[in-house]
């Protein structure tokens, strides 16, 4: 008799790939329990970020639904240096466009910011200060070319706008891991008798743009601009004055590499140098609950690019964060904040050959962060601190330009306290 | 199909029974399927239960162009690879060792008692690299090279952890059934 022989394989297929485990009931019991159990546990991790997410893109969406349809002005602007002899410089869109009657004076625009001289030209000048004087916005409106080129709205960008970017990308950040300082430090009411009066800090934190959008609106022209780089480093060193109260100053170091729009193959590097200075309040309605007011602050930034000389910008913040803290475990919690801010730019420098310097007074801007922050106690005194936050901003980069950007970034950093 | 549909629906709906109706429809299968890759009953489980959540969290995604116990055992397979990858226990072998490909059973010799269950509990002796390749290749159909990319192996490493488990595998049921079962090299 001839035996049945199969290929292992075969033989194997057969035989267990009908096979089947038959589930009892517990096995239904034991999942169920498991899976909602742990659907409740990501339902409730997700929904802070979620509500940040949905937050943010709410805000965005009617930020530049509002913008869009804003005239450009500049409110109560005031010249305070003026240039003197320098060359007139050509324009063909704004002579066409301008107002004034002598079309050999004018105050030009081109490429930057830099470019913006005044001729010393009687009539000009008149007819400029008159604007000052009279803080005239229709005529500044009216002196603004409605056919400003991509390349002049890209360039003068980013000439200032990566300046103002080092700043409020400290200060986004600075209000994002201070309060975790005060919390993770010190800040637990059930430690209350052991708060030290004072506590000194000091720390170093690195950033990056993990993604950016930056959007320049010139009478509803919208020129999206390419970023390639975009990090930091910076010390810090602050005081815990009271329980919610503190001063804080660093030194931050700033590189943004970028192609402008009017050229892909250029690559730009602009680098920034900036000091920061802030005094921070909390105050706790409920044990996780903090409102964040940074009452003040003061940044002066310095620039250095190949396209220009050097730039440095003045600002005063005033935000109010609101933040939200999940103590995890003795060791680490995590932080979500919301923040609304208006900052002040107070003074605009610019110096180099050629160029002119001005001074603006005052812009006012506005921004929202929204962040999730993490703190984590490696030691007694030492704490490992990194986030994540996404920030939207808008602000007049100068009398002509209205620009957007939404960034969002990552930091890590330690914090050392004695 | 229309009825697989509907629980389907009911299911994205939020449906608990029918959950659980798909549960006890599919634990099974995956249940076989971990139980022939993982080592050990309940680490097997595990990784069941976790692909029915995989399952259910993803039952939105399924397209219907296979049938809904196709794409479990899809994501059975691939979460058991998961976790033997993670575990990282194959070493590469280059050998040049030629092992015999013809291995045959005599079925007509095989007891009654010797069914798929007791092959399982064989298979699950097999250390887990030469399980994983057998898997894939005598049930799965995989070929070498498809063995080779999910497992991040040589088809080398392949070939020779197959031969050795074919081997391993003939010896365990001989043993237990040496009456019935012959090993042969012969070809054919």
């Keep these: ?418 | 199909m229309d009825d697989e549909k509907e629980l389907i629906q009911k299911c994205i709906d939020g449906d608990r029974y029918a959950m659980k109706q798909i549960f006890q429809k599919h634990f099974g299968k995956t249940m076989t399927i971990c139980l022939r890759y993982i080592d050990g009953n309940e680490n097997a489980q595990d990784i069941a239960q976790e692909v029915m959540i995989k399952v259910f969290d993803h039952i939105k995604e399924f397209k219907f162009q296979s049938s809904l116990s196709t794409w479990v055992t899809r994501i059975a397979i691939n979460q058991c690879i998961n976790f033997i990858n993670k575990k990282n226990i194959f070493v590469s072998i280059e050998d040049q060792d030629i092992y015999p490909e013809n291995i045959y059973i005599e079925e007509e010799e095989i007891k009654p008692e010797v069914n798929s269950d007791y092959i399982i509990e064989l298979i699950q002796k097999l250390p887990t690299g030469y399980r994983t390749v057998l898997n894939l290749y005598a049930i799965e159909n995989y070929t070498h090279n498809q063995i080779a990319q999910t497992l991040g192996i040589s088809e080398g490493t392949s070939k020779s952890q197959l031969s050795k488990a074919r081997q391993m595998l003939k010896k365990l049921v001989s043993n237990h059934t040496p009456t019935i079962v012959k090993t042969t090299s012969e070809k054919e």
Excluded at chain 1, 52 to 63: E, P, V
């Design chain 1, 1 to 418: 008799m001839k035996k049945n022989k199969k290929h292992i394989d075969q033989w194997l297929k057969d035989t267990v790939s009908d096979a089947e485990y038959h589930p009892k009931m517990e096995d239904w019991q034991a999942f169920e329990a498991l899976y909602f159990k742990e659907k409740k546990k990501k339902g409730v991790l997700w929904i802070y970020p979620l509500i940040i997410i949905i937050g943010s893109l709410i805000y965005i969406s009617q930020l530049d639904k509002n913008e869009n349809k804003k005239t450009v002005y500049q409110k109560n602007s005031e010249v305070k240096k003026l240039s003197k002899n320098k060359p007139s410089l050509t324009s063909d869109h704004l002579k066409e466009n301008s107002n004034f009657n002598d079309q050999k004076n004018y105050i030009s625009y081109d490429n930057s910011i830099k470019h913006i001289n005044i001729l010393n030209d009687n009539q000009s000048n008149k007819l400029y200060n008159s604007i000052i004087e009279n803080n005239n916005e229709a005529g500044l409106t009216k002196s603004t070319s409605n056919n400003i080129s991509n390349e002049a709205i890209t360039d003068s960008n980013n000439n200032i706008s990566d300046v103002s970017d080092s700043v409020i990308s400290i200060y986004n950040k600075n209000i994002d891991s201070i309060p975790k300082v005060l919390d993770n430090i010190y800040n637990k009411p059930t430690d209350k008798n052991k708060y030290p009066k004072q506590l000194w800090y000091m720390g170093i934190d690195t950033y990056c743009l993990l993604a950016g959008k930056q959007t320049s609106t010139n009478n509803n022209i919208d020129v999206e601009l390419s970023k390639k780089i975009n990090y930091m480093v910076e010390g810090f060193i602050g005081l815990n004055i009271k329980k919610n109260i503190n001063i804080q100053t660093g030194l931050g170091f700033y590189q943004t590499h970028f192609n402008t729009i009017s050229n892909e193959n250029s690559l730009n590097v602009n680098t920034s140098f900036s000091q920061v200075t802030n005094i921070n309040i909390d105050t706790s309605s409920k044990r996780l609950v903090k409102v964040t007011h940074q009452i003040a602050q003061y940044d002066t930034v310095y620039s250095q690019s190949k396209k220009q000389a050097s730039v440095s910008i003045n600002y005063i913040y005033l935000p109010v964060n609101i933040k939200y803290q999940l103590p995890i475990s003795k060791k680490l919690n995590l932080t979500t904040t919301i923040g609304f801010n208006y900052y002040i730019q107070t003074s605009t420098k610019i110096t180099g050959e050629g160029l002119t310097q001005i001074s603006l007074l005052p812009k006012t801007n506005k921004s929202v962060n929204l962040g999730l922050d993490m703190g984590y106690k490696i030691a007694n005194k030492l704490q490992l601190s990194a986030g994540i936050y996404l920030y939207t901003f808008t602000k007049n980069t100068n009398i002509y330009l209205i620009t957007h950007q939404q960034n969002l970034n990552a930091h890590l950093g330690v914090i050392y306290s004695f």
